[in-house]
């Protein structure tokens, strides 16, 4: 089709354009960075810079421009610039009176938006004296947790490229392409006169051609088209076909004439008469020579029937003129092929529904994932509360939840859920009522109104019958008093020093979901220093073995009866997992699995609770943003300066990106284990996973840096900025696992 070899063509172009522009880009991203950690004197900024424009043969300069007096108190312009002389690279300082920098375009817009910014193309007759246009990233001095603009830092394209890569297009005989900036300016044009000289908008005015005028505000504002207008270049009608380019807001267009498009359509059309005619002939020759053998239709049966076999169902079978058995043998086989031929496409359309089901289910296994707390410890700077929790969906997604967060500074809620059912309906009402949670407990409030809110707003609706069994508890960090309410969940264990574990057996009410009106009641209990509280759902006194045996709760309470008071809530909680999954060894999954474990330590000292953060995230790219989270809030919490967290940040990203891309090839989901745990002047940082075996120290450090960007290498950058980062970083194999460990002296 006319359109889509258009878009073809376009659409290769702009990709051509976007790779240089964003090769470009990546220069000074990242440059920025390490100008804002560095004090670098003029040499040595001359040698970056002369580094970056002898080894990238897209870039013509590049600059490193200051506020003034940024750079030397004694210099108000400072702006050292390297760029491309003929064959050689040159060097100027740019800046003074008549060339007041900070007014212009590529200084002044990106500090106003502070943001990285391409400029509308330009003739710059101080600095390269050719047309280019300027990617600019602003750099910032970092200050008291503040950040103040001190200058951007830029790299120059020569434009002139771009008029060779669109002169170079494949057009069909007589079309022709331009290219257009964000303002409407002909970067480039048949007509050379045009460029950098006229608009497309000065155009239309000239022409008084409303039409162009339309266009041009299309292909600024970013969208595609496919129109029919008459151009003053051409004699005839034509096609256009435009679109933009994301990165710089440029557009490009391409000229088809319909005269040509037209001939070709004709060509095409004899030749399907031309076909169509041999076809006929070709018909009527094998049907006179079938009518004079009476064996030909046998022999014409078997060689199509054996196309059956190789799942060819189109094929046509021989003509039978006559009912006899030759006849109604091929009637059987035509209707054999036509059922199998609509097997074959029912079982691949269901094949295809399968597989966009297991894809949406893995969407909604990672969204769900994602609304429980899962950094733990949840809350560092507390001395007197520690708190773990995991959840195991039993399939992609589950009913199962819990949840923790604190009414106020003394006052912690927490509260786990087992809805009725499996997958997707569970998974939906298993959100609501922890929606719901959130939107209930606020302000001074008791366990049984909480719940109770949450009962009457389940009921509405809910015309499937569906119900949640929910325990809900609030400990008052001040005094140990715990206010819960039991809503026909499993009965928690309560482990206290020197005793039993108690089985906490007060129901005060069903489940939730259920009656409307039910009124909930609410039990007290006062916990003391060391005492922990076992919370969990049926997932693990109902798992069974392979023999149909369940664990139950003898063995649970059993497995409690091991631990110490004060013992750490993670150790608990990864005991009972491992346990059950012990157990159930061999056998599928029966339901979800899911424990939460609180000690309360009362006046614990701070200093055996704030050395180690954890973090369990699922092979998703969009989780990468709760690695950020986690090493802000470590930073944070042990002081650690801007620098080196920026560092650590980058390593990890780097580490748990690679994992997710490249480790795991089955399409499932996986979990990825992270804990960060500060060890004097060190931070050790251990990375835990069951992709596909792979040792980052076996990689080389890569050959090329100083290649131009095309001509380098693909892969390998990234650890090696790991192993530059880091002070320490180790990998060993275990148990089907890859753990690395990586540690960074944040005082040096």
């Known amino acids: 089709s006319v359109r889509q070899n258009a878009t073809n063509l376009a659409q290769s172009t702009v990709n051509y354009i976007e790779g240089v522009l964003h090769a470009a880009e990546k220069i000074p991203q990242n440059m920025a960075p390490i100008i804002e950690t560095t004090n670098y004197d003029e040499a040595s900024i001359e040698s970056f810079l002369e580094l970056i424009v002898n080894h990238n043969n897209e870039i013509f300069g590049s600059c490193v421009a ?24 040159s060097y100027k300082v740019l800046g003074n009176s008549k060339y007041d920098y900070f007014n212009w375009d590529w200084y002044r817009i990106p500090k106003e938006l502070n943001k990285p910014v391409w400029t509308e193309p330009y003739y710059d007759e101080y600095g390269g004296n050719v047309i280019m246009s300027t990617y600019s990233v602003p750099f910032h001095n970092h200050q008291d947790q503040s950040e103040t603009f001190r200058g951007v830092i830029t ?3 020569d434009l002139s490229w771009l008029s060779s890569v669109i002169d170079s297009l494949n057009i069909i005989n007589g079309g022709y392409a331009y290219l257009l900036s964000k303002q409407g300016t002909f ?6 006169s045009l460029i950098m000289n006229e608009s497309i908008f000065s155009l239309a005015d000239e022409y008084n051609n409303e039409e162009l005028r339309r266009i041009g505000h299309e292909m600024i504002n970013g969208k595609t088209g496919f129109v029919k207008f008459k151009p003053r270049e051409l004699e005839d009608d034509a096609w256009l076909y435009y679109t933009h380019l994301p990165s710089s807001g440029w557009s490009i267009a391409i000229v088809f004439p319909e005269k040509e498009l037209l001939a070709n359509l004709h060509n ?3 030749a399907l008469v031309a076909l169509a005619l041999g076809g006929v002939i070709l018909i009527f020759i094998v049907i006179t020579v079938i009518s004079n053998r009476i064996t030909r239709p046998i022999e014409k049966l078997a060689k199509v029937t054996a196309n059956f076999g190789l799942g060819n169902f189109d094929v046509k079978l021989p003509k039978v003129w006559h009912n006899d058995e030759i006849g109604q043998l091929t009637g059987s086989f035509d209707s054999m092929r036509l059922e199998l031929k609509k097997y074959i496409k029912n079982l691949k359309e269901t094949t295809a529904a399968k597989n966009r089901i297991e894809s949406e289910l893995k969407i909604a296994h990672d969204i769900q994932q994602g609304i ?8 560092p700077e507390r001395e007197d509360v520690d708190l773990y929790a995991v959840l195991d969906p039993a399939r992609e997604v589950g009913g199962d939840l819990y949840d923790f967060f604190f009414l106020d500074e003394k006052n912690l809620v927490f509260a786990i859920g087992d809805v009725s059912g499996k997958g997707v309906p569970a998974s939906l009402f298993m959100a609501i009522t922890r929606t719901l949670l959130r939107a209930k407990a606020v302000g001074n409030i008791s366990a049984r109104e909480i719940v109770t809110g949450i009962n009457k707003d389940l009921c509405l609706g809910n015309d499937n019958a569906m119900f949640v069994t929910f325990f809900l508890g609030i400990l008052n960090l001040g005094t140990g008093e715990i206010d819960f309410c039991n809503a026909g969940h499993n009965y928690p264990f309560l482990l206290r020093a020197g005793k039993a574990p108690e089985m906490l057996n007060q129901t005060h009410g069903t489940p939730l979901g259920l009656f409307e009106d039910m009124v909930y009641k609410s039990g007290k209990l006062t916990i003391n220093k060391g005492d922990t509280l076992v919370l969990y759902t049926d997932g693990i006194p109902e798992a069974m073995d392979v023999k149909g045996n369940l664990f139950g709760d003898p063995k649970l309470e059993a497995i409690l009866e091991g631990f110490n008071a004060g013992d750490p809530p993670d150790i608990i909680t990864n005991k009972l997992v491992d346990e059950t999954k012990a157990f159930a060894a061999g056998a599928e999954q029966s339901d979800d ?12 000292a701070s200093s055996e609770r704030q050395n180690e953060m954890e973090l369990e995230i699922s092979n998703n790219v969009e989780e990468i943003f709760k690695v950020n989270e986690l090493i802000d809030k470590a930073c944070e919490t042990w002081n650690i300066d801007r620098a080196h967290g920026h560092k650590v940040n980058l390593a990890l990203e780097e580490i748990v990106s690679n994992i997710i891309n490249y480790g795991f090839t089955n399409g499932e989901g996986h979990l990825i284990k992270l804990s960060i745990k500060l060890m004097g002047d060190i931070v050790r940082i251990t990375i835990i996973d069951d992709a596909k075996a792979f040792n980052p120290l076996e990689k080389e450090d890569p050959d090329s840096l100083d290649k131009p960007i095309e001509d380098r290498e ?12 880091m002070d320490h970083v180790e990998y060993r194999r275990e148990n089907g696992k890859n753990i690395l460990i990586i540690e960074k002296n944040i005082r040096e």
């Open 66 to 89: 200051f506020e003034p007096y940024g750079h030397d108190a004694e210099k108000k312009y400072f702006a050292p610039y390297s760029y491309m002389e003929g064959d050689s690279v």
């Open 155 to 157: 790299v120059d394209m």
């Open 187 to 192: 970067l480039s044009f048949p007509d050379k």
């Open 268 to 270: 095409l059309f004899m």
């Open 372 to 379: 429980i707390p899962k950094i733990f410890p949840p809350f």
């Open 593 to 604: 699995i899911t424990i939460l474990v609180l000690t309360y330590y009362l006046n614990r």
């Open 714 to 725: 693909v892969g390998g950058l990234g650890i090696y900025f790991v192993k530059q980062f």
